[in-house]
């Protein structure tokens, strides 16, 4: 069974920074697509970034402040935010289009959630 973890969450202030990473373990042939979404309390989740077909793309918000990366060898992503603010504030969700062992299809991952937050 594949399985995405992420970790690196925790307390900053207004400004200061977090890496967050994403780790897929379990029989994946390739992963087609990586990304990372956040959600707030009584808000819906959203897109902070993903990449495919190699490009990076990222919300509004995130731009010229977060980046996303990866390290296919090791089936790893991460998510590097600097200038952090308060709006921040929310449970980030790594997410994967993959092609599991067991299957010849793309398929949909998530983790499990890493909370974040930004000090007022």
């Known amino acids: 069974q594949v399985q995405l973890v992420e970790s690196g969450g925790g307390l900053v202030q207004p400004g200061g920074s977090l890496r967050l990473s994403c780790a897929a373990s379990?029989?994946?042939?390739?992963?087609?697509?990586m990304g990372w979404y956040r959600q707030a309390p009584g808000e819906e989740r959203e897109l902070v970034a993903k990449?495919?077909?190699?490009?990076?793309v990222y919300a509004e918000s995130a731009k010229g402040r977060f980046t996303i990366s990866r390290d296919n060898g090791k089936n790893t992503w991460y998510l590097q935010m600097n200038s952090l603010q308060s709006e921040d504030t929310a449970v980030y969700y790594c997410?994967?289009?993959?092609?599991?062992?067991?299957?010849?299809?793309?398929?949909?991952?998530w983790g499990q959630g890493t909370q974040v937050t930004v000090s007022s």
């Open positions: 990449i495919r077909g190699g490009s990076p």
């Open positions: 997410n994967a289009d993959l092609i599991p062992g067991s299957g010849w299809h793309p398929a949909d991952y």
């Open positions: 379990g029989s994946i042939i390739s992963i087609v697509a």
